[in-house]
């Protein structure tokens, strides 16, 4: 029983140990690679802050960082991760007891440091001018000492007419190393025994001769952290480097700023180290690691410039984001750009700012301070301002606050003053007033323009809307004057009008042509026959019975009142009588015996007929720039109608009729409303004495360049018709069917194009 109990307390304790090892372990959840600008970061996320140790490379090829998580257990993890990164190959994770091992393989062995950032913890790789060792030239080792670091506090940039300068602040001395390197040129200088508590850092110039500076710790932790500058040449130049009260100061300048001697120097042998000790250092700052540098509004409104692009005055210099896009497009973003006609142009320098919940008046303050205006609010001015601009023009910056809280401004000289819009307005519209009764004041001028190329009441009309109240304008239509009375400010903006609108309007003669081709074919095959015989005791042919004793066939009987169209013939007519058209061109047989009692007669008529005809219609007409012309020719054609006892006579067109409206563009195009109709009068098939109208027409809008031809339309039709008369049944008789039946076929063709010219009168 004893031995149970035993057994039962050591799991108890066991199970309460175990409990306390996970209470106590962090949960490790995620590790992402963030690749940047200048570095690349490696964070762990876990559920409380880690403790790391033994962290450093345990292999040069390929170079591979080890470190030790202290009480960690990863949750969901891969063992083996490939983040797709250009610095980190692969990621293992591997549990090592109640610790965690950690494992990066890379790609180049580079320069880190280890951040913590609340529960995360960040592992940072410097990447530019990677160096997995580096040099302490030893003049300078006397220098440093570890009690002795010093922090990077700020960086400043000072641009003038013919140079750029660079103010770093630091917290104490530093010595310092400078070296070039070529292709592409740039300047680098390393601050020993300096620490720089923030990312790396990149900060676009374009003044001088400098394009870009880029700010990092290139070397962290003991004995010596190193912090490189490093400064991007358009090409290699003069620079200045020089001790300030509060740090270091480096100047750059420009080719055309550069006096050549007359005498070349003696080239340098021997690059030696500069060795700078900066006096009246300042208390260090404190610890920014986690603090990214961007503009912020604090509960206290304290705000803090950023200036992309250096200016006359001293500004501080600001990081851009990581995220930078080239070069190229960068320089484009600070192009001013106008989005629609009616937008305002900025031109002021670049600021970034980031507010919440600001007072309107400190953030006008703010900005005016920074364009160094002086600043008037009106009693009215109120609000509360939150945004987040990055990279913009203050005037923009400035405008957009302002909007955003229904105020305006008025800038005079350099005094900015601030009031709510319809304060404003009203302003404008007293100004307005005044300066109307201050012209109406003015003396009465009398002018008379005569005008050559425009009607005076047109131009008339067009210019009222420009006098004022004193103003008038009378017109003589015999000479087509204006008569104008006004003060001597309106006069000089009617003449204007009157200058451009009394021009002459350029004339465009049109040309159209309408071509019909018509191509005709007619085949036509007749036959007409016909019999008579007589059996007569007359004769001596009569039958040899009593009934019937007289037989008479006559096949030329035709019905009363049907006239036949045959040649004619010995019996009068025929009996199968379908004949073709043709008068001319037929052949007739008669055949009989002796006694004439009985006779055949047959008739073959045959026709052919082809035709080809043109014909081409071509009305031109001139009319001047945007004025509609109309030319018609032909016939009116008389309509009688009875109605009541009443003939009522009226006319309809049988003619070719052009209109148009050409507007001449600025490319020297023409843009033309056509409307063609080409109506005639069809004599050969009249309805009641009266001809029907065959209609051809068009209305189209087209764009022709000035000379050149194009076809508005065109029809193309084909008519192909087969006629057979016939007698029924007999027709299908083989051979002897031909007999009975006659043919006739018509084939036309019809083609209509039209064509039109537009020519600009010089």
């Known amino acids: 029983?004893?031995?149970?109990?035993?057994?039962?307390?050591?799991?108890?304790?066991?199970?309460?140990?175990?409990?306390?090892?996970?209470?106590?372990?962090?949960?490790?959840?995620?590790?992402?690679?963030?690749?940047?600008?200048?570095?690349?970061?490696?964070?762990?996320?876990?559920?409380?802050?880690?403790?790391?140790?033994?962290?450093?490379?345990?292999?040069?090829?390929?170079?591979?960082?080890?470190?030790?998580?202290?009480?960690?257990?990863?949750?969901?993890?891969?063992?083996?991760?490939?983040?797709?990164?250009?610095?980190?190959?692969?990621?293992?994770?591997?549990?090592?007891?109640?610790?965690?091992?950690?494992?990066?393989?890379?790609?180049?062995?580079?320069?880190?440091?280890?951040?913590?950032?609340?529960?995360?913890?960040?592992?940072?790789?410097?990447?530019?001018?990677?160096?997995?060792?580096?040099?302490?030239?030893?003049?300078?080792?006397?220098?440093?000492?570890?009690?002795?670091?010093?922090?990077?506090?700020?960086?400043?940039?000072?641009?003038?007419?013919?140079?750029?300068?660079?103010?770093?602040?630091?917290?104490?001395?530093?010595?310092?190393?400078?070296?070039?390197?070529?292709?592409?040129?740039?300047?680098?200088?390393?601050?020993?025994?300096?620490?720089?508590?923030?990312?790396?850092?990149?900060?676009?110039?374009?003044?001088?001769?400098?394009?870009?500076?880029?700010?990092?710790?290139?070397?962290?932790?003991?004995?010596?952290?190193?912090?490189?500058?490093?400064?991007?040449?358009?090409?290699?130049?003069?620079?200045?480097?020089?001790?300030?009260?509060?740090?270091?100061?480096?100047?750059?300048?420009?080719?055309?700023?550069?006096?050549?001697?007359?005498?070349?120097?003696?080239?340098?042998?021997?690059?030696?180290?500069?060795?700078?000790?900066?006096?009246?250092?300042?208390?260090?700052?404190?610890?920014?690691?986690?603090?990214?540098?961007?503009?912020?509004?604090?509960?206290?409104?304290?705000?803090?410039?950023?200036?992309?692009?250096?200016?006359?005055?001293?500004?501080?210099?600001?990081?851009?984001?990581?995220?930078?896009?080239?070069?190229?497009?960068?320089?484009?973003?600070?192009?001013?750009?106008?989005?629609?006609?009616?937008?305002?142009?900025?031109?002021?320098?670049?600021?970034?700012?980031?507010?919440?919940?600001?007072?309107?008046?400190?953030?006008?303050?703010?900005?005016?301070?920074?364009?160094?205006?002086?600043?008037?609010?009106?009693?009215?001015?109120?609000?509360?301002?939150?945004?987040?601009?990055?990279?913009?023009?203050?005037?923009?910056?400035?405008?957009?606050?302002?909007?955003?809280?229904?105020?305006?401004?008025?800038?005079?000289g350099n005094v900015l003053r601030i009031a709510p819009m319809s304060t404003l307005s009203r302003e404008d519209e007293d100004l307005r007033r005044l300066k109307e009764s201050k012209e109406l004041a003015g003396p009465i001028q009398v002018k008379t323009v005569t005008l050559s190329y425009s009607k005076a009441r047109d131009v008339q009309s067009l210019l009222k809307s420009r006098l004022s109240k004193s103003g008038e304008i009378v017109i003589d239509e015999r000479t087509n004057t204006l008569i104008i009375s006004e003060v001597r400010d309106r006069m000089e903006l009617l003449d204007k009008l009157i200058s451009v609108l009394d021009t002459p309007t350029p004339q465009v003669s049109i040309e159209a042509r309408i071509v019909e081709a018509t191509s005709t074919f007619i085949r036509n095959l007749g036959i007409q026959w016909g019999y008579k015989g007589v059996i007569d005791p007359f004769y001596g042919n009569q039958t040899a019975i009593s009934f019937p004793n007289k037989i008479l066939a006559d096949g030329a009987m035709i019905p009363q009142g049907i006239v036949t169209k045959g040649i004619g013939g010995p019996l009068g007519g025929y009996a199968i009588n379908l004949p073709a058209p043709a008068f001319n061109t037929a052949v007739g047989f008669s055949f009989a015996n002796v006694l004439d009692t009985f006779r055949l007669d047959v008739a073959l008529s045959a026709l052919e007929t082809s035709g080809n005809g043109r014909i081409i219609s071509s009305p031109k007409v001139t009319t001047q720039n945007n004025q509609a012309a109309e030319i018609v020719q032909g016939r009116q054609i008389p309509v009688q109608t009875v109605a009541n006892f009443t003939v009522t006579t009226r006319y309809v067109n049988a003619a070719l009729e052009l209109r148009a409206t050409p507007q001449i563009t600025a490319e020297g195009t023409i843009i033309m409303n056509i409307e063609i109709q080409n109506n005639a009068a069809d004599f050969a098939n009249l309805v009641n004495g009266i001809p029907p109208i065959t209609t051809q027409s068009a209305k189209t809008t087209v764009m022709v360049p000035d000379g050149g031809t194009t076809v508005i339309g065109g029809i193309y039709r084909t008519e192909d018709s087969i006629t057979r008369e016939r007698v029924p049944y007999l027709h299908s008789i083989p051979v002897l069917g031909t007999l009975f039946r006659s043919f006739a076929r018509t084939k036309q063709n019809r083609e209509l194009l039209i064509f039109i010219t537009p020519r600009i009168i010089k």
């Open 1 to 412: 029983m004893k031995r149970k109990v035993c057994w039962l307390i050591l799991a108890t304790i066991n199970l309460i140990l175990v409990s306390a090892f996970l209470v106590q372990a962090a949960v490790l959840s995620k590790i992402e690679v963030k690749p940047g600008l200048l570095s690349t970061r490696v964070i762990l996320t876990a559920d409380s802050p880690i403790q790391v140790k033994g962290l450093s490379y345990v292999s040069e090829t390929p170079p591979v960082l080890s470190m030790e998580l202290v009480k960690a257990r990863p949750v969901e993890l891969p063992a083996t991760m490939e983040p797709g990164s250009r610095l980190v190959r692969n990621i293992r994770v591997e549990p090592l007891g109640e610790n965690l091992r950690i494992q990066m393989q890379l790609k180049d062995k580079v320069p880190f440091r280890l951040l913590v950032e609340g529960s995360q913890t960040v592992l940072e790789f410097n990447e530019f001018l990677r160096a997995a060792s580096y040099q302490i030239d030893p003049a300078m080792t006397a220098l440093i000492r570890p009690e002795n670091q010093v922090s990077f506090a700020d960086l400043n940039v000072k641009s003038e007419a013919d140079k750029v300068s660079f103010l770093i602040n630091l917290t104490g001395e530093a010595p310092l190393q400078t070296f070039a390197l070529e292709n592409p040129s740039r300047l680098v200088v390393d601050l020993l025994n300096t620490s720089f508590p923030r990312p790396s850092q990149s900060y676009q110039v374009g003044r001088a001769n400098v394009e870009k500076v880029r700010v990092a710790q290139f070397k962290a932790g003991d004995p010596c952290p190193i912090t490189r500058l490093v400064f991007d040449l358009k090409d290699a130049g003069w620079y200045s480097l020089d001790s300030t009260p509060r740090g270091l100061q480096i100047s750059f300048y420009s080719p055309e700023a550069v006096v050549v001697a007359e005498k070349p120097a003696e080239p340098v042998k021997k690059t030696e180290p500069v060795k700078t000790a900066l006096a009246n250092a300042m208390p260090a700052p404190e610890d920014q690691s986690n603090k990214k540098p961007a503009i912020k509004v604090e509960e206290k409104t304290e705000i803090q410039p950023v200036k992309t692009e250096p200016a006359p005055a001293e500004s501080k210099a600001e990081p851009e984001p990581k995220a930078a896009k080239p070069q190229a497009q960068e320089k484009d973003q600070f192009k001013p750009r106008v989005i629609q006609a009616a937008e305002d142009k900025y031109s002021g320098e670049l600021i970034s700012l980031k507010f919440k919940d600001a007072d309107l008046r400190d953030v006008v303050l703010f900005l005016a301070d920074f364009a160094g205006l002086n600043v008037i609010f009106d009693p009215e001015v109120r609000g509360n301002v939150t945004c987040n601009l990055q990279e913009v023009p203050w005037d923009q910056a400035l405008e957009i606050v302002l909007r955003q809280n229904r105020m305006g401004k008025v800038i005079e």
